[in-house]
């Protein structure tokens, strides 16, 4: 009797030192579950032939990412790098025809422990394609040596100009058949940084010696297709659109299927030729 009481009094020990870690197991899941992170959310920006950009949107703090890739829809995910710190993660060795989709995580750590966040949604890394620039060189109809005199529009508020060019615009374009241009914010923005460097180099090269769409990267604008119309010397809304449509290359420009956003920039001055306008056209 007294040898199984012995043998019963083991189980129940080990038993006991089971239920113990059972007891920590549940406990450890329950705190990864309430971690209180929140999914992160990013977008895909900057593709080169061997490299890519995600852009993370700030939401609370963490301390890093975990960043899975895989290849194609059928391939299997790998965890390709940890990002400590930072909401820009750039992936590199990239092959530039492969098709990837990424997926990331949040984690933050105390102490020895970490919790994480669910996954984000699955974003697609298109390949690498060499993206197309249209930049007509100035016409007659747009070129300060032929501006027309005069004073300016200086009642015309650049807001009300700006949208009657797009209003102008997609009128030329209905009478094509062609769907009407978006107004596109990183666009307009980087229209009206591009009409004031017109100030000072009348060009689809900007003062610093780069093309134009240079200032694009500067706002870590991701693009497939991109074009420029520049002006310089119209009065008003309705005469830089006219000079644009008068010209091969600019109305090539406004009249692209290849296009759907578009962006206006204009800048007045009291020397020179007093009025500068820029398009900037998107896929």
Known sequence: MSQRKHIFQKGLVLCLILSLFCGNLAMEQKVSASSGL?????SVTNRTKKTVTLKVKKNGTVTGYHVYLRK?????????????????????????????????????????????????????????????????????????????????????????????????VNEE????????????????????????????????????????FTVLNELNYFYQAVGENIAAGQETAREVVDSWMNSSGHRANIMSQKFTKMGVGYCHTESGYKNYWVQLFSD
Do not use: M
């Open 72 to 168: 194609g829809k059928k391939g299997k995910w790998s965890l390709t790098t940890l990002a400590l710190r930072t909401h820009t993660i750039k992936l590199t060795k990239l092959k530039a025809t492969q098709t990837y989709y990424v997926k990331i995580r949040s984690y933050r750590t105390r102490g020895l422990s970490i919790r994480k966040s669910k996954f984000s949604k699955v974003k697609k890394i298109s390949p690498y394609t060499t993206p197309e620039t249209v930049t007509p060189a100035p016409s007659p109809s747009a070129n300060p040596t032929n501006a027309p005199s005069g004073t300016g529009d200086d009642t015309a508020h650049p807001d009300e100009l700006l949208s009657e060019v797009l209003y102008y």
């Open 173 to 212: 374009r209905e009478k094509e058949g062609l769907p009407a241009y978006t107004l596109d914010t990183t666009l307009q923005e980087a229209a009206g940084i591009r009409a004031n460097e017109l100030t000072t180099v009348f060009d689809h090269v900007r003062p610093d010696g780069t093309d134009c």
């Open 38 to 42: 929140k999914k992160p959310t990013f």
